[in-house]
Structures are given as C-alpha cells and as structure tokens.
C-alpha cells in the first residue's frame, strides 16, 4: 500500500503534541469573535453618525420654524420706524442661536443686505421704508453665500414691505455627543477583550480534556506510515490513560516483533551449525567497536567496544537510534545514506569525547564539561568510519569505532617536539654561524695586510660565545636524548658517589656571569661539609642546572639565593622518610600562577606569562630534571607567587659524611 503524507503541517511545529485539531478550532471561534465585535463596532458607530446627523437637521428645522414665525410676527408688527421692533427680532435671533447652537443665524432682504445678525455689530438698526426687490448685484450675492457655507434659509413675509430670507448654519456638533460615541467604543473593546479572555480559559480547560484523544489520533495516524519509528508513536504518560495504554500495545508490538527476528535468528543459527555464534563472540573479541544500524539509523547489533565507545550497555542499545548517544549529527547523517543505497564509498570522521562523571559529551571541548560543573575524567578522540551493507532484501550500514586518543596525542607531541626542537637548535646555531663569520674576516683581514690590528678582546669575546653556544647546543640535544630515552624506558643510572662539592662550583661558575650582565644578585649557602650522595653524576648535573632557569627568568636587579642543606629525616620522593639533602633555589622574579605550578614539569609546556615570550626555552628541562631526581628517590617541588617569586626545592637521598 502506498505510504502516508504525514508530513506535519506548518502550523503544528508551533503547537504541542494532540493539540492542533482544538487549536484549529480554537483559532476559528476567536476569528468569528473577532469578526463579530468589529462589525458590531463599525455598525454602532455608523448608527450613531446617521442619529446625529439627524438629530441636527431636525434641531436647525425646528429653530428654522420658531424663528420665522417669531421674527415675522415683530417685524410685521412694526410701523415705518420700528426701532423697536428691530432691537426685539435680533434679541429673539441671538437668544436662538445661543440654545440652537447655530454658526449663522440672520435675516436679509431680497436684495441680500442684512437685515438682523447673531453678531449685534452687524445688522440695521432700523427698518428701511423702502425694501428692494431684487439683489443688488451678483457680487454681493456670492459674497453672502460663500460667507455662509452649508446653510438652510427660509422665507419670511413682512407686512407692509415685502418678502425677506432668513439663513441659518448649524455648529460644530457638541463634543459630549462624540465623547459618548468613543465610550460606547471602548465599552464594547472591553467586552470583546473579556470574551476572549473567557474563550482563552475555556480553550485550556478543554485542550487539557481532549489533548490526550487527540495525541492519541496524530499516533494513529503515523502508524500507518512506514517510516514511522517507534520513540515517534510512543506518547507521554502525561497524556493520561488513554497515552498509557497505546504505550502498552505498542510495547507489545515491539516485543512480537523482536520475538520474531531473534525466533529468524535462532533458525539461522541452527541452519548454519552454531556459525554465528562463533562470529559474534568473534566479534566481542574485537578491540575496534563495530555497530550495525537500519535505514532509521537505529541499532541492529553492536560488540561489546562499540558499547564501551558509546557509554551504555549493549543490552540498552539494541533497538535506538544512533543520535541518541550523542554521536555527531554527520556520522549518523551519512549512515542513513549508506544503508539506504544513496552511498557505495566509506566515510570518516573524527569526533572529541569527554567523559565527565557518568554522563558522555561529544563534540564540546573539556572546557565545556568543566563549565557545565561536571567532574572531568578523561577525554580522547574517537574515529567513525561508515561502509554500506547490504543483508536480505533490508538496508543496513556498518559504523567502525577506533579510539585514536593516544595515536593523535603521539602526533601532537611529535610536533610540538620537532617545531620546539628547530627554534632551539636554531637560536645557537645563529650566534655560533655569526661569531665564526666575524673570526673568519678578521682572519681574511690579517691575510690580506699582515700589519692589520686586530683586537683581541673582540676574538677572545667570539671564541668564549662560540664555547657557550657549543655547550648549549650538547645541552639542548643532551636533554633530547635523554627525553627520547625516558619515553623508550632505556634511560639508566650509572650509579656512583657524587662529589657535590665540585659539582656546585661548576654550577656557580656557569651562571655567575649570567647574574653579572643582568646586574643581579646570586648567593650560594652551602653546607661546611657535604653528604654522601649515590647515583649519576651527569644525570644529577642536568637536574641542578635546569634549576638555574631562576637567573634566566628573574628580571636585571633582582635576587637568586641557592641553599643546600642536609636534614637527617624528612619525607623522600618514593614516600618513606630517611636522611635528605634539600637544594632550594629562591628567586625573586616573575613567579608563576597557581594553576601552572604542575604544568611547567610537563614536557613542551611553557608559562602562559606574556612577558617570558622573548625567552627562549624548549618546555624539556624540568620535566627532565623532576624525572631524573625521581629516578634517584627524590623529588622537586614548586611553591611561587606572581610578582613576587618562586622556590623550587629539590630532595635527594644522601647519607651524612
């Protein structure tokens, strides 16, 4: 049968689980709500309008009337002169215009001239005896009628001369009518703001009802899909019992079908005379992890290092999906293509791995595990490669997991190795190259004029850095080697007394200048009579002078103290106690921060301080040098404070003279 469009729609990514078929409904009720309160505001308003309009043509008829009959009757009443009778009419046509409301109340005669006005400074104040019967001019007519606008006239006979006009304009409606007609607006607003609110209270009473139904409708409907995965038909048991009860068919419709394959399996395993057995312990051997998924990219089968690479058990992970062991959105991208066809080529990739207390993180940095207040315990890289499978007539993909942890920290290290071994090489080399130049011309120069002068403390000064730069570079490649041998296992102890006496003097004499041109001060206070010290002289000797990185390290005008001392019983580097000779070196330079004082005895790590970036250093001496002394029992330790210096201590064996 064909498959389902059950693609969602693009509202439903908005809404919950079950809830789009109330939320439709919902959303339809408070449209026609809407619809209805704005019609019934448009339809009010334009109701009140039309009363109004009426309400002021009525009122400017009705003030049309009293005033014609009143103003026809005093004028009529009047005789030739009828001051009098003038004064009462435009008394009457004021008091009308003041209760009517009217813009323009006034009476002319035929000829347009202005017979009686609401304004008391325009007007007659006495009937003419003779009334004309026509406008004056054409002119004057317009004036009047464009300085009275929408008006109404009527006309008015007066006895005893003739017709006259009586105009009236109605005013600016009253504001309290338009004031009524916004509060009858907003009376209604509210009422349709608090039927929605009320359609909002009754839409969550009824989604809480019939969401669970409806959850229930949406799994229906994706079971008849067949891409349809089984974590997306299994419903929250907040859904109710209806939700718990689809669980439970679907549990067992996941338990009949595995039933089945393992009952498929069982019958293939007897077919093929116990062969799979032997291939899947076969495969449990395996140090590489190997995991089989479908199309879906859910778990068909997995070895036991697979299980350990993913952080479950293998028992747990048959039957989900790969992303939800937190595996890289690519790898489980490109192992649905290869099981469904679309791929033939492998694929690999790379992915970080921290393993923060029982919880796995792939993909973010430790910093990340550290952030999100985890304890962190390890941390590696693990390497994905994807193949294509075909099996039957179903799709299926294999994943290989290595962890290339230790292969990646061997090339990063091999790296870091040669790029910090080239820039110490080099820095010697260049000042060996650039004396010898020197010599070398000076040499030319006495060959070319046997009387030439040369200057012998400039050659004297050449020769002496050539030999310190010489010893530096058998220094530098000493520590290579010995470095090289600790990480082969090789390196050994040519046991023997050591001298400790000489071997100080050799110290001191070889920083001593440097303390001088950096005007620094450097004490020794060693013992009067020196403690029998057994090991290798030379490997003791490396350890002592990458002690001296004080001097390099203490800015010009500071202080580098050395104390050797002999202490009959304190604790040694193996964890007994026993007779000890402690060297301190106490300087008063740069210091060093807290969190790096065990970092520094890693090899190829240097302080992050920006003010050391111009001093040369290959990050091997004192993991040497702690490396060496633990060898002979002992140990070195590192107390500092930034600003204001440091104190490396160093501990051996040694037995009194």
């Not at 323009?104 to 347009?112: A, I, K």
Request: net charge neutral.
């Amino acid at each position: 049968m064909p498959e389902k469009n059950c693609s969602p729609r693009w509202f439903d990514r908005f809404l919950l689980r079950g809830e789009s078929v109330v939320a439709g409904a919902g959303l339809c009720a408070a449209a026609v709500l809407v619809l209805s309160l704005g019609g019934s505001a448009w339809w009010s308003y334009h109701s009140q309008a039309m009363a109004a309009t009426e309400a002021e043509r009525d009122r400017v008829e009705a003030a049309s009337r009293v005033l014609a009959t009143g103003v026809q009757s005093i004028l009529s009443a009047g005789d030739g002169a009828a001051v009098v009778e003038v004064s009462a009419a435009r008394r009457m046509v004021l008091e009308a215009s003041a209760r009517y409301g009217l813009a323009v109340c006034r009476v002319e005669m035929p000829d347009g001239t202005l017979l009686l006005d609401a304004d008391v400074r325009k007007g007659v104040k006495a009937l003419p005896i003779e009334w004309p019967a026509a406008p004056a001019t054409a002119a004057a007519a317009a004036e009047n009628e464009s300085s009275i606008g929408a008006t109404t006239s009527m006309e008015i006979m007066v006895a005893g001369r003739g017709l006259a006009k009586l105009v009236i304009a109605p005013g600016p409606a009253p504001a309290s009518s338009s004031s009524a007609r916004w509060e009858f607006q907003a009376g209604l607003g509210l009422i349709g703001t608090l039927a929605l609110g009320a359609m909002l209270l009754f839409y969550r009473g009824l989604r809480k009802r019939l969401r669970g139904l409806l959850a229930l409708r949406e799994a229906l409907q994706l079971a008849g899909a067949e891409s349809a995965s089984a974590e997306s038909l299994r419903l929250s048991d907040d859904f109710g019992e209806a939700a718990s009860t689809w669980n439970a068919i679907l549990a067992q419709r996941e338990a009949v079908s595995a039933a089945a394959v393992v009952g498929k399996a069982d019958r293939q395993m007897s077919a093929s005379g116990g062969a799979e057995t032997d291939v899947t312990s076969a495969c449990d051997a395996l140090p590489t992890g190997m995991v089989l998924v479908d199309e879906h990219c859910t778990i068909k089968y997995l070895n036991g290092a697979a299980a350990v690479f993913l952080g479950t058990k293998r028992e747990d992970a048959l039957g989900k999906t790969l992303d939800q062991f937190g595996v890289e959105a690519d790898v489980v991208r490109m192992a649905t293509s290869a099981a469904k066809g679309l791929v033939r080529t492998r694929a690999v990739f790379e992915s970080s791995r921290v393993t923060a207390g029982d919880i796995k993180l792939r993909g973010p940095s430790e910093q990340d595990a550290e952030r999100r207040g985890h304890k962190k315990f390890s941390s590696g890289v693990l390497r994905f490669v994807v193949r294509p499978v075909r099996r039957d007539d179903a799709g299926a993909a294999t994943i290989i997991i290595d962890d290339v942890t230790q292969q990646k920290a061997a090339d990063e290290a091999r790296n870091s190795f040669v790029a910090q071994a080239a820039h110490e090489l080099r820095t010697p080399l260049t000042s060996i190259r650039l004396y010898v130049e020197q010599l070398i011309e000076e040499q030319e120069a006495l060959a070319t004029d046997p009387g030439a002068k040369v200057d012998p403390a400039s050659r004297a000064t050449a020769i002496n850095a050539i030999n310190s730069e010489a010893r530096r570079l058998e220094r530098i490649v000493g520590d290579m080697l010995s470095v090289a041998e600790i990480e082969a296992g090789s390196l050994k102890l040519h046991d023997g007394d050591v001298r400790l006496g000489p071997l100080f003097d050799e110290i001191r004499a070889e920083f001593e200048p440097q303390a001088k041109a950096k005007q620094m001060g450097l004490m020794f206070e060693l013992p009067p009579k020196w403690p029998q010290v057994k090991g290798d002289r030379d490997k003791l000797a490396l350890a002592l002078h990458n002690l001296g990185n004080a001097v390099k390290y203490t800015p010009a005008g500071g202080r580098v103290s050395v104390r050797v001392s002999y202490q009959p019983g304190m604790a040694s580097g193996a964890g007994g106690t026993g007779p000890m000779l402690v060297c301190e070196v106490i300087d008063t330079g740069i210091g060093i921060k807290q969190e790096e004082c065990e970092l520094i005895f890693e090899k190829f790590y240097r302080a992050k301080d920006k003010r050391i970036a111009g001093i040369t250093g290959s990050g091997l001496g004192l993991a040497l040098a702690r490396e060496v002394t633990r060898m002979h029992g002992g140990d070195i330790s590192v107390q500092s404070q930034i600003d204001r210096g440091t104190t490396f201590t160093l501990t051996l064996p040694a037995q009194a003279a």
